[in-house]
Nanobody, 113 residues
Framework: VQLQAFGGGLVQDGGSLRLSCAGSGMTFSALGWYRQAPGKQRELVAIIFSDDSIEYANSVKGRFTISRGNARNTVSLQMNSLKAEDTAVYYC??????????WGQGTEVTVSS
C-alpha cells in the first residue's frame, strides 16, 4: 500500500497551491489530508469518503477544496487564499474499510507573509 503526494512549495500570502495524492495497493474508504505545523500536533485538513461526503477543518472552510480524481484512489486539495498559518507539512492519508490508517510522505507548504 502506498500513498504518493505531489505539490507543495512556497507561495505568498493570498496565493494558491494544489496538492495531489495517488494511492495504490488497495481501495480506500476515505482519502484526505492532514497537516503538522512546527511545534503543533498533526491535524485534519480535509477528508473525502467513499460516498463522496466531505469534512473540512473549520480553519480551511471556504478556502480549500478536496476532490477525488476519476481514478478513485487519487485525491487533490486545492488551496486558495493561503495564509501564513497554513504553513505546515501536509500528509496524504488513506483509511481502509477496516479503519486501518495509511500515510504518504509529507510535502511542505510554506506561505510567506
Amino acid at each position: 500500500v502506498q500513498l504518493q503526494a505531489f505539490g507543495g512549495g512556497l507561495v505568498q500570502d493570498g496565493g494558491s497551491l494544489r496538492l495531489s495524492c495517488a494511492g495504490s495497493g488497495m481501495t480506500f474508504s476515505a482519502l484526505g489530508w492532514y497537516r503538522q505545523a512546527p511545534g503543533k500536533q498533526r491535524e485534519l485538513v480535509a477528508i473525502i469518503f467513499s460516498d463522496d461526503s466531505i469534512e473540512y477543518a473549520n480553519s480551511v472552510k471556504g478556502r480549500f477544496t478536496i476532490s477525488r480524481g476519476n481514478a478513485r484512489n487519487t485525491v487533490s486539495l486545492q488551496m486558495n487564499s493561503l495564509k501564513a498559518e497554513d504553513t505546515a507539512v501536509y500528509y496524504c492519508h488513506g483509511r481502509s474499510i477496516i479503519n486501518k490508517h495509511f500515510w504518504g510522505q509529507g510535502t511542505e507548504v510554506t506561505v510567506s507573509s
